[in-house]
């Protein structure tokens, strides 16, 4: 009589137990990311794009991301067509709807921001003065615990950098690297001006990863130029796909040992999902490059093409779509991540002087109102498959 009485007790204890755990587990929340926005038409009938910031577009896809409940936006560079000051200004006041939603916004450079080179210095000290957050001084809507290599150069505090979200066992980390020319280091490569590299920042990197250390379930990392990308054909690694493999394999390595199970990039304008292994064979990471939010619109180059230099065999294909605006929301909900693919839904769009439907249309070069819907679904569960 006793046991059975002992044993209703412990089940009835156990499922209030239960009932505590569900009630505290932490919500879900999203994060959004954006690829680049360059207005590259010559003109701006519409009078809505200012400096070469496409905002009639940003405009669009901010508003998704407001009514999908965000917590924060980060865009994978190439923030204006032309890289100057007066441009790099126009793009950051265009985030303030996202800022009036308590919806944090976090940046990086791409090729276009030292574009203009010298006479701005790179955009560095614009970048700093617009971006407050990605120092964490201000504007940083919960983000939290932010670092950036400033033993590798001071030049790059609040360039590469990165931050934390969420509460415990419902959380990640971001780690967002600038690998492009600064005041203190311009390197010409495969038509591009780079800065610090991987390989000097790897060792900041590799500290902001370590799964034993960060606290964090998740990590995210985040620049501008793919692995391998499908149009482009430099690299993050100071040159082409081929360039400095030793730092390659060190990269992939650091990413596959620490969980980190997406690279995040731009600089493509095209939705594409690949598999990208190391030099060595050893180690491998999931790539998303991110869709356009431009008026521009690559196409992949044959993967036989020379200047590949027989790299695209590292490289499997998952998913792409071309020719579309579109973005990402992320869905973190503790072991589970989420990842939904939303673009417009006519695309097929022209780029640059044809933008959007030909140089004959009536509306030639003024954004359309874009219609999004989900296109693709996909994710992890850190608790199995």
């Not at 150069?153 to 931050?163: A, H, P, Q, V």
Request: hydrophobic share 35%.
């Amino acid at each position: 009589m006793h046991s059975m009485k002992f044993n209703r007790l412990a089940v009835c204890l156990t499922i209030v137990l239960l009932m505590f755990a569900a009630a505290a587990r932490a919500e879900a929340w999203k994060f959004g990311v954006m690829g680049d926005t360059q207005w590259t038409c010559p003109n701006d009938p519409g009078g809505k794009n200012p400096e070469s910031v496409p905002k009639s577009i940003i405009d669009q896809v901010n508003k998704q991301f407001i009514e999908a409940g965000v917590k924060f936006v980060i865009q994978v560079g190439d923030l204006s067509n032309s890289g100057t000051d007066p441009a790099e200004k126009v793009r950051a006041e265009a985030a303030q709807p996202l800022y009036d939603a308590n919806i944090g916004f976090f940046p990086m450079r791409g090729n276009h921001e030292v574009s203009s080179a010298k006479p701005n210095g790179y955009s560095v000290a614009i970048f700093k003065s617009v971006y407050p957050q990605t120092r964490g001084l201000s504007q940083t809507f919960g983000a939290a615990n932010f670092s950036s290599p400033t033993s590798v150069s001071e030049d790059l505090n609040g360039m590469s950098y990165s931050f934390d979200y969420g509460d415990p066992c419902n959380n990640a980390r971001f780690v967002i690297i600038d690998n492009w020319a600064t005041p203190s280091k311009d390197i010409n490569a495969a038509g591009l001006k780079y800065g610090y590299s991987f390989g000097e920042q790897q060792a900041w990197i590799s500290s902001r990863l370590d799964k034993n250390t960060r606290g964090t379930e998740h990590a995210f990392v985040f620049s501008h130029q793919p692995l391998i990308a499908e149009s482009h054909q430099d690299a993050p690694f100071i040159g082409y796909t081929n360039a400095n493999q030793e730092m390659q394999n060190a990269f992939f390595a650091c990413l596959q040992n620490n969980g980190v199970k997406y690279y995040i990039c731009g600089h493509d304008h095209l939705h594409q999902r690949s598999i990208i292994t190391s030099p060595d064979g050893q180690s491998s990471v999931e790539e998303i490059i991110c869709a356009s939010c431009s008026s521009k619109f690559y196409t992949p180059k044959d993967p036989n093409d020379s200047k590949w230099y027989g790299q695209k065999a590292r490289e499997k294909s998952i998913s792409r779509e071309i020719k579309h605006v579109g973005y990402y929301i992320f869905t973190i909900d503790g072991p589970r991540v989420a990842v939904d693919y939303y673009d417009d839904n006519d695309g097929d769009w022209q780029s640059d002087v044809n933008y959007p439907n030909g140089p004959n249309d009536v509306n030639n070069q003024i954004t359309p109102d874009f219609h999004f819907v989900k296109k693709e679904t996909w994710g992890y569960n850190l608790s199995g498959k």
